[in-house]
Nanobody, 114 residues
Framework: VQLQASGGGLVQAGASLRLSCAASGLTFSSYDMDWFRQAPGKERELVAVVSVAGSTSYVDSVKGRFTISRDNVRNTVYLQMNSLKPEDTAVYYC?????????WGQGTLVTVSS
């Protein structure tokens, strides 16, 4: 199983980025897909989830700014991040979640300057 995250970078506050996570080696449509992030010196936190059925949920700090979506044909999950803030700076990780079984991607760094 491989999860390849991409799309991170250095942007100014207020900008947008779209993260992608391409999955292979698993039945993608059978997994809830999650985005986590870990800021320097902080614990990893769950940012957004898209379920097998397509329902979504977000941590309060990103509601209204981030959108998670999935493409079961391309086996890819996306995180559209708008109105980025310096506090969004973190390494972002995708995770495939089948309840008792998880697979992690390698992370992509997002840096938001003020």
């Amino acid at each position: 199983v491989q999860l390849q995250a991409s799309g991170g970078g250095l942007v100014q506050a207020g900008a947008s980025l779209r993260l992608s996570c391409a999955a292979s080696g698993l039945t993608f449509s059978s997994y809830d897909m999650d985005w986590f992030r870990q800021a320097p010196g902080k614990e990893r936190e769950l940012v957004a989830v898209v379920s097998v059925a397509g329902s979504t949920s977000y941590v309060d700090s990103v509601k209204g700014r981030f959108t998670i979506s999935r493409d079961n044909v391309r086996n890819t999950v996306y995180l559209q991040m708008n109105s980025l803030k310096p506090e969004d700076t973190a390494v972002y990780y995708c995770r495939a979640d089948a309840g008792r079984r998880y697979y992690w991607g390698q992370g992509t760094l997002v840096t938001v300057s003020s």
